[in-house]
């Protein structure tokens, strides 16, 4: 039995360690002899332990740590991963179990069972880091474990959308003798059971994933070992590629690289793989920012912002523009800002402000995030900013930060609006709507909206089908709009460009547009 509530010995985060520990569970030879599979991304993890992420981490998570249920390739719905079999085991969707695999095990070779599955959602809620998963957690009770093998999840209302809960990043599995019951891990390492195990840790820099033989799940993998390299610039990494220093791109390709790869397509050196895609870019006004808190401000930067030159001119159609935080392809997508707006008018602007009083110019700033999400969110910003000026109704500036420290800034509430951009966390209306009320919300700001919260949710996660919860998504979206906390801005689509060499990436990315690096090979191993 594990000791439970030994102490841990916080250390602070080490930029660079070894994280093997000589337990012999982790291959990184080829049978083929060959190196790891090298994927480059802008989207570098803010974190390691699965408590405090509700962002990109999940990225790396996903690999590396093991959830009970998941999405193995062309699957739309979770599936058992850690867990042998899940269902609801009553009429009224409250009472949800699993049971475990037999003979699981984390990659230190400490058993994983029924105890370290509830201590790792326990702690995710006894943490309760501002912005974090827990928000994920709100139709949880407690939970119950029976024997060894089974987990029993009490939820306090009916939730249909709970299996999609579980089978997200953050719901990680990990051992309860490597992370404190009440405080995160900040040593550097990981423990986890996933199809991979983090060899080093170069924060900003490197992940090296080697193969977990310790394994038992759904996933086969296809290659022995893959490094995921982090880049603060998309050109940096479309070099890289085209040098072939890495072999796959995962996230963070400028709107001008997908361009000027969709005209190599001729040439036999790269591929550009194109998916549908349900990725959302919006901005954020703080409620406790003098000029932001103002709904007749926040209405008249909806008036006047220009979705289809944002979408045309900084991103050469490679998104669309969104008028829903709900984006298409999913049921119970409106176009509810567009019918409330139309199109871009500074006099309609105008009217807004001055019915409330306000005559002068609105001065604001504008936050984004430097390095997540590619190095075109710099011009998209600018944009808005021109927009918003040349309208004479604001006097708006424009600031960035990478994200690490850009995330911890909006935790705190340091900036009256900022950008997000947004992955679903599972393929649902639902996960576009969620996340962004309550008081603890994925914004770190919060949102009451007890319409949303306290009614149209609870009567929409009673419905197992999802196609019958279309007029609840629907209202839902008109209170945003009249509220215009959140502006959604455009939604995209997901490339991945990659070698030639590289098969496996169309298999490779999940309903929440994650990669599954396991599906990744090389051509000529074959």
Not at 223 to 233: G, H, K, P, S
Not at 297 to 314: F, G, L, N, S, W
Not at 438 to 449: D, F
Not at 461 to 469: A, I, P, Q, Y
């Amino acid at each position: 039995m594990f000791k439970r509530n030994r102490s841990l010995r916080h250390l602070s985060t080490i930029a660079s360690i070894s994280l093997i520990t000589g337990c012999g569970v982790f291959s990184s030879d080829s049978s083929e002899g060959e190196g790891p599979i090298v994927v480059g991304t802008t989207s570098a993890p803010s974190t390691l332990d699965p408590a405090a992420s509700w962002d990109g981490s999940w990225e790396l998570f996903r690999n590396i740590y093991q959830t009970l249920l998941s999405y193995p390739a062309g699957s739309s719905a979770p599936e058992p991963d850690a867990a042998e079999r899940c269902r609801f085991t009553d009429g009224s969707k409250r009472t949800y179990s699993c049971v475990l695999r037999e003979g699981l095990s984390f990659s230190d070779g400490h058993d994983v069972d029924a105890e370290a599955v509830k201590y790792s959602i326990d702690r995710i809620r006894k943490i309760a880091v501002a912005g974090g998963p827990a928000g994920l957690l709100g139709s949880l009770d407690r939970v119950d474990t029976k024997g060894d093998r089974e987990v029993v999840f009490r939820l306090n209302k009916p939730d249909a959308t709970f299996p999609f809960v579980l089978a997200t990043p953050a719901m990680s599995i990990v051992d309860p003798e490597e992370y404190a019951a009440d405080a995160l891990r900040e040593d550097g390492k990981v423990t986890g059971s996933g199809p991979y195990g983090l060899q080093s840790y170069e924060e900003g820099q490197e992940a090296r994933l080697v193969r977990n033989d310790n394994y038992k799940g759904y996933a086969e993998r296809k290659n022995r070992a893959v490094t995921i390299r982090y880049f603060q610039d998309s050109d940096e990494m479309v070099t890289a590629l085209e040098k072939q220093q890495i072999d796959v791109t995962l996230r963070g390709l400028a709107a001008t690289d997908v361009v000027d790869l969709q005209g190599r397509r001729s040439k036999d050196d790269l591929q550009l793989v194109e998916t549908a895609g349900t990725e959302i870019r919006y901005l954020v006004f703080n409620p406790k920012d003098r000029w932001a808190r103002k709904a007749a401000v926040r209405k008249a930067v909806a008036q006047v912002v220009d979705r289809p030159t944002i979408a045309h001119t900084v991103y050469k159609d490679t998104v669309e523009p969104l008028y829903s935080m709900v984006p298409s392809g999913l049921a119970g997508h409106t176009t509810g800002f567009f019918d409330d707006y139309g199109a871009p008018s500074t006099s309609k602007a105008r009217q807004i402000l001055l019915e409330a009083g306000i005559a002068e110019r609105v001065p604001l700033t504008l936050w984004y995030t430097t390095d997540r999400y590619g190095s075109t969110t710099k011009a998209e910003f600018e944009e808005l900013r021109r927009q918003l000026n040349e309208t004479g109704l604001f006097s708006v500036t424009v600031k960035g930060r990478p994200w690490k420290t850009y995330e911890a800034g909006y935790r705190k509430g340091e900036y009256p609006v900022f950008g997000r951009g947004w992955f679903p966390d599972f393929p649902d209306a639902e996960n576009f709507i969620a996340p962004f009320v309550g008081e603890q919300n994925a914004l770190g700001t919060p949102y009451k909206s007890p319409r949303i919260t306290d009614v149209l949710l609870p009567e929409s996660r009673r419905e197992s089908d999802r196609g019958n919860v279309v007029e609840q998504f629907k209202k839902a979206q008109d209170i945003l709009v009249d509220d215009a906390r959140l502006l959604p801005l455009w939604q995209g689509k997901q490339y991945v460009a990659a070698s030639e060499e590289i098969s496996g990436v169309e298999r490779s990315i999940d309903p929440s547009t994650i990669m599954m690096v396991w599906e990744l090979a090389r051509k000529t191993s074959w």
